[in-house]
């Protein structure tokens, strides 16, 4: 006697039995799940075994994402040779690149010398300063005399007082004169006693403390022109990060770390959002550029460098977490497939996004479902 297979045709009917009944909605995370009897029945209700599954649970969600920046520096000094006396012959560099440095370190070696010419000029320019200041003093001290005798021995009282003005305005404007010409005199002499007693050598020091680079490519026994570059002094403890790249979705005051290589290795340095475009924030907070605050130490960074800014993009907890391998996507929106008792059937569902291991479904699954992996 054969045996009559009846599955396929209860299938049928039950599918047509659903339909005429507007019992199945259409398939889609924006509708309820259905009882699982109805589901079956929409099948060819063929047992499936052998399959591997996974189960759908609750847990922390998190996603993260990575931007570029670049290092922006508050305050950075330039370092040139301010000797403004002299022959300087450049010596030598006594830091390199990357160097720190602290206020008044020798930057570099440099060696003075001054043309006899010079000197020879300084002393006429000294002596002719000084006889045109004995011909002041001459000429100046004979009027003086004059008007104070013609106050004290003229004839009649308007003569004397006439005389005694004339002594008056002259003094005061002679004694200042005389000062002035002292002064300059004695600060060009000043000068002249430098040229003769420089030291052959002196330094370039460092103007604040801070980080050396950018130095000017100098040959030794160079002559260096007042006001020649020497290099750059970077403040390492004043700086933050520009973002260049990426970053769309940081937001304000979110902790980061940045990423940087530090002899070859990386090196996590913990930072903060202190200024980004975001139309959710008040105007004193938004601004155009995204800018991160240092929390850690960043002296150790290369001038500069380009870094990598890690952050969470996505944190929740209490996620409906969905392994990723049980996860697929056609024309009707992202799926699993679910199983019980040896049954499977499509279920859609809302993301609210994906990492390395699930994806968060915000809507169309529950905890404790039974995925098959794929």
């Known amino acids: 006697?054969?045996?009559?297979?009846?599955?396929?045709?209860?299938?049928?009917?039950?599918?047509?039995?659903?339909?005429?009944?507007?019992?199945?909605?259409?398939?889609?995370?924006?509708?309820?799940?259905?009882?699982?009897?109805?589901?079956?029945?929409?099948?060819?209700?063929?047992?499936?075994?052998?399959?591997?599954?996974?189960?759908?649970?609750?847990?922390?969600?998190?996603?993260?994402?990575?931007?570029?920046?670049?290092?922006?520096?508050?305050?950075?000094?330039?370092?040139?040779?301010?000797?403004?006396?002299?022959?300087?012959?450049?010596?030598?560099?006594?830091?390199?690149?990357?160097?720190?440095?602290?206020?008044?370190?020798?930057?570099?070696?440099?060696?003075?010398?001054?043309?006899?010419?010079?000197?020879?000029?300084?002393?006429?320019?000294?002596?002719?300063?000084?006889?045109?200041?004995?011909?002041?003093?001459?000429?100046?001290?004979?009027?003086?005399?004059?008007?104070?005798?013609?106050?004290?021995?003229?004839?009649?009282?308007?003569?004397?007082?006439?005389?005694?003005?004339?002594?008056?305005?002259?003094?005061?404007?002679?004694?200042?004169?005389?000062?002035?010409?002292?002064?300059?005199?004695?600060?060009?002499?000043?000068?002249?006693?430098?040229?003769?007693?420089?030291?052959?050598t002196q330094y370039i020091t460092a103007p604040m403390s801070g980080k050396v680079s950018n130095i000017s490519r100098i040959w030794r026994g160079q002559t260096l022109d007042n006001w020649a570059y020497i290099c750059s002094i970077y403040d390492t403890e004043n700086v933050r990060l520009e973002v260049i790249s990426g970053g769309e979705n940081l937001s304000y005051n979110q902790a980061v770390q940045v990423v940087s290589v530090q002899k070859s290795q990386n090196v996590l340095i913990d930072g903060r959002v202190t200024s980004c475009s975001s139309p959710t924030l008040s105007s004193n907070l938004v601004g155009k550029t995204k800018y991160i605050t240092f929390i850690g130490d960043p002296s150790n960074m290369k001038i500069g460098e380009d870094v990598s800014v890690r952050y969470e993009s996505i944190h929740t907890q209490n996620a409906i977490l969905v392994p990723k391998k049980a996860v697929e996507t056609d024309n009707g929106g992202t799926y699993v497939n679910l199983y019980k008792d040896g049954h499977q059937f499509k279920q859609y569902f809302i993301s609210g996004g994906v990492n390395a291991d699930n994806y968060w479904a915000v809507m169309g699954l529950n905890e404790g479902d039974v995925v098959v992996l794929h």
């Open 1 to 200: 006697m054969s045996r009559i297979n009846l599955k396929k045709p209860l299938a049928v009917f039950l599918s047509l039995t659903l339909i005429l009944s507007q019992i199945v909605p259409v398939h889609g995370a924006d509708n309820p799940k259905n009882s699982d009897e109805l589901y079956f029945a929409a099948y060819d209700n063929e047992v499936v075994e052998n399959v591997q599954t996974g189960v759908v649970t609750k847990g922390e969600f998190i996603v993260k994402d990575v931007c570029r920046a670049s290092i922006v520096y508050e305050n950075v000094s330039y370092v040139f040779n301010e000797i403004n006396r002299g022959n300087v012959i450049f010596q030598g560099m006594l830091v390199s690149d990357g160097d720190l440095v602290n206020t008044g370190d020798p930057i570099a070696e440099v060696s003075l010398s001054v043309n006899v010419e010079t000197v020879d000029e300084l002393e006429a320019y000294i002596g002719a300063l000084e006889e045109s200041l004995e011909s002041y003093i001459t000429t100046n001290s004979q009027l003086l005399n004059r008007y104070k005798t013609l106050a004290e021995s003229s004839p009649s009282a308007a003569d004397r007082r006439v005389a005694q003005l004339l002594y008056d305005r002259l003094y005061v404007n002679y004694n200042d004169e005389l000062q002035e010409r002292e002064d300059f005199i004695e600060a060009q002499k000043a000068t002249l006693s430098t040229y003769k007693s420089l030291r052959e």
